[in-house]
């Protein structure tokens, strides 16, 4: 069965890439990885996003595509 919380990811990644092409292609790259350490929903470690299950699941979906957004900008 199919992890819920990661298909919400993939799903908010699917979408950014039709709006923000250049984001999406950045978050298309990245490995997901769940994670207990971290205090916030999500985080880009290198090549990895982290993300926090219990954070992630507390998003909407709108809010989940602004820290994935966020989590790539420099």
């Keep these: ?3 819920p919380v ?3 990811i993939q799903g908010a990644i699917v979408s950014i890439c039709v ?3 250049a984001t999406g292609a950045i978050l298309g790259r990245l490995k997901l990885q769940p994670s207990v350490d971290i205090r916030t929903a ?3 470690d290198r090549d990895v996003v982290l993300y926090s299950p219990e954070h992630v699941k507390s998003l909407t ?4 595509k602004k820290a994935l957004a ?3 900008e420099k």
Excluded: F, W
């Design 70 to 72: 966020n989590s790539v």
């Design 6 to 8: 990661l298909q919400a």
């Design 42 to 44: 999500l985080k880009v």
């Design 19 to 21: 709006s923000d092409p």
């Design 61 to 64: 979906m709108a809010e989940l």
């Design 1 to 3: 069965m199919a992890d």
